[in-house]
């Protein structure tokens, strides 16, 4: 094997202060590649299982891969890791922008912080130094506004990954905002709480050298193609035209969109919340991540509106559904506004929709009331959301009290409450229904972080993708439970490729690039000479590795499960033949595919397969 | 309606020592019966869903039916209830044997026990006087010798209901038994550890009265016919010469005998332990209850086996399987010898089969060993199965922690062991595999007092057992989910009606008794003309109102569901199709059946229908 052409990793001590450079393994970047492997590996290998994760123990990881900086396209992504504070378990997110590319050019394609800063600090990375700096001036400031300041301290060209107030209240879904008001988020499992556990403000970065490539010219040709098949796409000129939120009407007529916190099926006012109003309303402009030709970031402007002003990143869909037809809030400018709040506190959007809609839910069922809030909180209510996320994202009065998730509030509210709390291992649902794409319902079972679509983004090859190397030709069918176990396994081992390498899953999976060129571009960056299946395999292997610390935390079969409003309830104002998630037999069939035990514990025979040789 | 023939009450405080004779309003008999019905509707009114099963104030209910000491064939019979102390839900375990006629013979149809006595006593019942007895000198003594001495020092014929040394140690599932050594048993969920709790040891009770019957000539006709249908079932045959257990072997070959924790699906040595083998060895003779004509009770004897001596009462098909093939044990003169303990110290056999069979796995698993145990448990080890029944009804060393039943001391060692703790809402599930009888998933899931097929009693209408009153004219197909949630819903209706008359099941049910003649046989002894529709109506509001006991203590949909392995496990060895349940599609069949919201919680419109006024 020829020598890593990446892998310089920065280590952070922030108790110390002391700034340390080196070069991961080769062996490890064959075995994990970078993004997403990186970071668990090193998790898995530093992190105990019992790690408080707001303690200073607990590291954050920030890796971003060989494609970042690269020509290949929508490639500016870094993963995020830490032991999660929201669902106690391996927990990694990914985002786009600028960030991560931006690493690359400083010199750099990971940074590991450990233990806590005496007081709060930023970190300045450029192509020359490191320096641990102060943040104290910016502690209590928003994300737009510590991007601005810290961006006119450093380097106007600066990129910055910061918290905001929520992660330094150690709200547990604390997100890390990077690229200013064009707000790329790590928005899930509380990965800016960690940081704001760490005293940490940001991480500042500048960079002006190019990332080595083995082999310019194999790099140019697959870069070509790629290029085309995604410029080509429809599909990339609708997300260009409504961004990611012009599916709304689509998921609602199909029964993917939820709707007052699962309940209802059908929602007359979804069109109002839409791709396609957005675009003729609110929407000014549109973002680009880092060598992204997509273009599904929006950006939105309203002047004077009735909750203000809001300029800057405009909600995708998973915050239309959550902070909309999740609260059954139809006004697409108060959710422009709790969007732009949720980025600017620094809170993860879905999260804080899930919680707004389970506080609505309580208020109906009236386990909480009035008085307990300190307002109404009917279903519909914009000024309740909007009141609900400073409260919580200040972390005052009731907002205290929902700053820790919907599952321990559930804990605390009682019984009732507990039965629609809508999470799996205390992370909420994305907004994707698995009554009408049967192999969501496995794939938010089994994902790492808790329910998490993004781990598998399966269920669009239940409906229109077909994805020939893994065997998927032709589009399977939602209603059934058949094959989609299997299904599932092979996804997750995809995606967690793609999110190592990294390169976004739109571009890849939804433009229908072949997964043969992705694997030359790799080829032709690193010099190695690998396989699909290789690929494949390292997929596999890290997705077995962030089991693995699962299992070490206590995660078996019986935490691979959904709420039972989604396993048994058909919805309230459904008109289609009832199509409830047969989950025992595909998680059967996707233990059987991963070859775990019935358990769900990955065998000893698995682990050898995949030269796992650390085990718990 | 005419005024009641029955429904006279006896309560006891003891602590006041005060005894009241009362008769139960005439309205609630006419909407509740007796037996389960009268039960719950005195749990419901007097008991408050935050009440500590344990304390002075959880009340224990005994209580008969207007069939009880009448020419009805199978009617001795007697419920008992409380809030339970191993699931602190509704709880009601249904004994045979002849302690129920008797009762009705001494003049009533049920006592109940409020408070705790400051000494052991018992409480002496009979057609004169009700005395409250110290029983100092039986505290300690097993139920046999209990019920030996009570009989000697009160009347030879006197039927004692008593506890043995588990019940007054506190064991969360000890059992009452009546008859002495022929051990009629009210098993499940810890009845006689509320029995421990109140310091009242027995209940001894001699009549000599005849019950009232409005039309005995009426009365006559239709027992003729139940008794000619019972006579010539081929099932009663069955059961007289093989027991219960005499079904093992087929459910072996059927995949529901559960074998190995539930683990594995085939066992060459089933056959051991069959009601046939017991029949040709250590079988020496019948046991009727009172107007039995069946005779499924064993009498058995082992004179200097291995294991000691044996004579008495002899393990059913659920105390094979628990002591037997749940464990891996194969020597049926060790059940035999376990199940006499068990009957002798008063514990539930299913319990303590399924904790055996949980430690056994925890031992193999190495997450118990044999320093905390104090000996090996290696699977299939009958020494350590009457070892840990030993140590566990005394509280002694690790038997002190097994006394808190399986679902507690997995908690205790942690998230490993709670993977293949296989109970529901607290309650051990009973020998029968939902992954064969698809109807036991949704029955086990939904039945009130935790996982039970008695409450439901459905697999048998999916495999040979017709019921055309109830639509049920051929056997289901048991690997399909279609109408099992109605068939559970109707099932459990009956089988509550059955409870509350009372009437064995395996009479009724197995034997093809047709329904009209139990209302025939109701209405000559009442008096009243209540139809068929109107007595299911009867059993579903008691359904309803069990349920309604156990929503206050925070039941909902999110705890009706079965163990993981059940749900998604086919087991090890098992050579046929997959079929494992499909819970979320019987559920809400379930719920539509029930008139419950998809929360699974009574709608206001069923308790309207019901005449359910005391709402929670």
Redesign the interface.
């Known amino acids: 094997m020829l020598p890593a052409v990446y892998g310089d990793i920065l280590r952070v001590d922030l108790k110390e202060k002391s700034i340390k450079t080196g070069k991961v393994p080769a062996e490890v970047l064959r075995n994990y590649i970078g993004g997403r492997g990186l970071c668990t590996k090193i998790l898995y290998d530093e992190v105990s299982p019992d790690t408080d994760p707001l303690s200073p123990r607990n590291l954050l990881i920030f890796a971003t891969g060989p494609f970042a900086g690269t020509s290949v396209p929508c490639s500016s992504r870094f993963a995020v890791a830490a032991k999660s504070p929201l669902t106690e378990l391996w927990a990694c997110a990914d985002c786009g922008g600028t960030w991560g590319q931006e690493l690359r050019f400083a010199g750099y394609d990971a940074v590991v912080f450990s233990e806590k800063a005496i007081k709060p600090v930023y970190v300045y990375i450029d192509d020359k130094n490191v320096e641990i700096r102060s943040a104290e001036h910016v502690w209590g400031q928003d994300t737009y506004k510590t991007s601005e300041i810290l961006q006119r301290e450093t380097d106007k060209k600066a990129v910055v990954a910061c918290i905001g107030q929520a992660g330094e209240n150690l709200v547990k879904f604390a997100s890390i905002v990077s690229d200013g008001l064009h707000a790329r988020v790590a928005g899930r499992a509380g990965l800016g709480t960690v940081m704001g556990s760490k005293n940490l403000k940001a991480i500042v970065v500048k960079g002006t050298r190019k990332p080595s490539v083995a082999d310019e010219r194999r790099l140019e040709i697959s870069v070509k193609e790629i290029l085309q098949k995604i410029m080509n796409s429809p599909v990339s000129t609708r997300l260009r035209n409504y961004g990611t939120s012009g599916v709304v009407e689509t998921a609602e007529t199909l029964g993917d969109l939820p709707i007052m916190n699962w309940r209802l099926r059908h929602w007359e006012k979804a069109e109002k919340i839409s791709g396609e109003i957005m675009a003729n309303t609110i929407l000014v402009g549109r973002y680009y991540c880092g060598k992204c030709v997509i273009g599904c970031g929006r950006v939105v402007k309203v002047s004077n509106g009735k909750y203000g002003n809001v300029y800057g990143a405009g909600p995708e869909y998973e915050t239309v559904a959550a902070l909309g037809s999740l609260c059954l809030v139809d006004d697409l400018e108060a959710i422009a506004k709790a969007n732009e709040m949720c980025n600017r506190y620094g809170v993860d959007t879905i999260t804080m929709g899930s919680l707004v809609a389970f506080t609505m839910e309580c208020f109906e069922k009236k386990l909480i009331s009035a008085k307990d809030v300190g307002f109404t909180v009917e279903w519909g209510d914009a000024r309740a959301l909007i009141e609900l996320i400073n409260l919580t994202s200040e972390r005052k009065g009731f907002g205290a009290f929902l700053a820790e998730g919907v599952s321990r509030v559930a804990q605390i509210v ?3 409450a ?3 709390a809508i999470h799996v291992k205390g992370l909420e649902l994305p907004m994707h229904d698995p009554r009408c794409y049967s192999s969501l319902a496995i794939g938010y079972a089994t994902a790492n972080r808790g329910a998490c679509h993004l781990e598998a983004f399966s269920h669009d090859v239940e409906r229109f993708v077909t994805i020939p190397e893994l065997g998927y030709e032709k589009p399977l069918d939602p209603s059934t439970p058949e094959s989609k176990g299997e299904l599932v396994a092979k996804m997750q081992n995809l995606m967690y490729v793609l999110d190592s390498l990294p390169i976004c899953k739109f571009a890849c999976i939804l433009d229908g690039v072949p997964l043969m060129k992705l694997v030359d571009c790799f080829n032709a960056i690193t010099g190695w000479e690998l396989t699909l299946q290789d690929l494949l395999t390292i997929g596999e292997r890290i997705f077995n590795l962030a089991r693995l610390f699962n299992v070490r935390c ?5 935490d ?2 959904i709420p ?2 989604i ?4 919805g ?1 104002n459904q008109d289609r033949a ?1 199509n ?6 595909m ?2 069939d996707y ?1 059987k595919a991963r070859g775990w035990s ?3 514990i990955p065998t000893l025979g698995t682990l050898e397969r995949l030269s796992i040789q650390n085990l718990p």
Chains 1, 2 share one sequence.
């Open positions: 009682g019984h009732a507990e039965e629609f206590g995660i078996s079969r019986k691979d499960t039972c409003r396993l048994t309830n058909p309230e009832v409830l998630p047969y989950l025992g037999k998680l059967h233990y019935e358990d769900g």
